[in-house]
């Protein structure tokens, strides 16, 4: 017989409300994201009451996949800090990948990296991390267009599907995608 506090909290439309223990926040580029690698990266955390929130740098907050996926973010990068997130997830794309260059991105990946909060991305959002310095002495995986930035910036590129190194995450491409969720998984409950 079930007891009132294993009945699930149910919102006004008799919907089950999904209680978080932490949340993650995911930056996407306005177009050519990968949309398979990043279904398994959110719900893999998702089955672990990790919640995610999506943002762009796009100023109709919209972002097109690369295969079909078209998604109306959360929010804008605006304003964001890591202050209530427990990682920061950087999305790759199809040719060059603007939040490599974006301050916001940066700023958010060097916050999260003093913090020791999960880093992580797969393809060529690697340039991200390369340019705010946070792979520094780790192992990471990514685009092969990515690979020399990574190693001028102190970073081993092994080119292997997926590389978890302390609390960043890389993966190669959207292949990788079960085995990036897990790691996602396994890097945010250590």
């Known amino acids: 017989m079930a007891t009132e506090a294993s009945e699930p909290e149910l919102d006004e439309d008799g919907l089950t409300i999904q209680r978080y223990d932490s949340n993650v926040l995911f930056v996407l580029p306005p177009e050519g994201y990968g949309d398979?690698?990043?279904?398994?990266?959110?719900?893999?955390?998702?089955?672990?009451?990790?919640?995610?929130?999506?943002?762009?740098?796009?100023?109709?907050?919209?972002?097109?996949?690369?295969?079909?996926?078209?998604?109306?973010?959360?929010?804008?990068?605006?304003?964001?800090?890591?202050?209530?997130?427990?990682?920061?997830?950087?999305?790759?794309?199809?040719?060059?990948?603007?939040?490599?260059?974006?301050?916001?991105?940066?700023?958010?990946l060097r916050e999260a990296h003093a913090d020791g909060k999960l880093i992580?991305?797969?393809?060529?959002?690697?340039?991200?991390?390369?340019?705010?310095?946070?792979?520094k002495g780790r192992r990471v995986t990514g685009s092969t267009e990515a690979a020399d930035g990574a190693k001028k910036a102190g970073a081993r590129f092994t080119g292997r599907q997926v590389e978890a190194a302390g609390h960043v995450v890389t993966a190669l491409d959207e292949g990788s995608g079960m085995r990036f969720g897990q790691a996602l998984v396994a890097a945010a409950r250590s």
């Open 120 to 135: 992580g991305t797969w393809g060529n959002g690697l340039e991200a991390l390369t340019r705010a310095g946070v792979v």
């Open 36 to 108: 398979q690698i990043l279904r398994y990266a959110r719900s893999s955390l998702y089955n672990v009451a990790i919640g995610s929130r999506a943002v762009t740098c796009s100023e109709d907050h919209m972002a097109k996949g690369r295969l079909q996926d078209e998604v109306l973010a959360d929010g804008s990068l605006d304003g964001e800090t890591m202050a209530s997130y427990s990682g920061i997830v950087i999305c790759g794309c199809e040719g060059a990948n603007p939040l490599a260059t974006d301050e916001r991105v940066a700023k958010l």
